[in-house]
């Protein structure tokens, strides 16, 4: 990490980082590890969590349009979080926390169940080659994962710039009991919260289309 994000890390992550309890791996979340949502923001807000926020760029935005919502970062990238943590405090973000873990893992142990309005997952890693597919992160289990940290009538958005990909987003999520479409048609429309990124930029250049989709959680029985 560059010297700014060193420092990010020894004066902000006190501010901004949730420990998280690990179990093996250093980005692992260890069982029975959840967070008390009023205990770590000092208030009873909606929650909207980001999985792979990258630089922080969406999520910084976005808590900072929404003062009134409080915001989860998700990511297994140090030098990412730290500069998340730089530009929070550039924006001077306050409803802004991070977490550097596996996804999956913080859904099962560190959220407490239906705890999440909504949950995002913007421009996650394609793995585009054929022999890589298997390690991307919308699965049947992930849709499971999701849909106990979601509440009911909470929302997962997604996008993607991988034609391929979505239409597996897609397939698994009409496919999960748990959710139902927010959309007609083929697509979502764009979500307008989603600030425009160098992924989406990028994906755009490259005359791949974006796709975005959105679905609620159902009422459990």
């Known amino acids: 990490m560059t010297d700014g994000q060193e420092r990010a890390w020894t004066d902000l992550a006190p501010r901004y980082v949730i420990d998280a309890p690990r179990d093996d791996a250093a980005t692992s979340v260890r069982p029975g590890a959840a967070i008390t949502p009023s205990d770590v923001w000092g208030r009873d807000a909606p929650l909207v969590v980001e999985i792979g926020s990258g630089q922080g760029h969406a999520i910084i935005h976005a808590?900072?349009?929404a003062?009134?919502?409080d915001f989860l970062?998700?990511?297994?990238?140090t030098a990412g979080l730290a500069r998340?943590?730089?530009?929070?405090?550039?924006?001077g973000v306050e409803n802004l926390r991070l977490v550097e873990a596996n996804a999956p893992e913080v859904l099962e142990h560190l959220l407490p169940p239906a705890s999440v309005d909504e949950l995002w997952v913007f421009f996650p890693d394609p793995w585009?080659?054929?022999k890589h597919n298997k390690r991307r992160l919308l699965t049947p289990e992930f849709a499971t994962l999701a849909?106990?940290?979601v509440r009911d009538g909470g929302v997962l958005r997604l996008a993607t710039d991988w034609?391929?990909?979505?239409?597996?987003?897609r397939d698994v999520l009409d496919a999960a009991p748990e959710f139902a479409r927010s959309f007609e048609g083929e697509w979502a429309d764009r979500f307008p919260g989603r600030v425009l990124t160098a992924f989406e930029r990028k994906g755009a250049?490259?005359?791949?289309?974006?796709?975005?989709l959105a679905y609620v959680r159902r009422h459990r029985g």
């Open 63 to 65: 808590a900072s349009s």
């Open 67 to 69: 003062p009134e919502t």
């Open 73 to 77: 970062a998700i990511e297994v990238f």
């Open 84 to 91: 998340t943590m730089l530009g929070a405090e550039k924006a």
């Open 128 to 130: 585009h080659k054929n």
């Open 147 to 149: 849909a106990g940290a």
């Open 163 to 169: 034609e391929q990909y979505a239409r597996q987003m």
């Open 205 to 212: 250049r490259a005359g791949r289309a974006i796709r975005d």
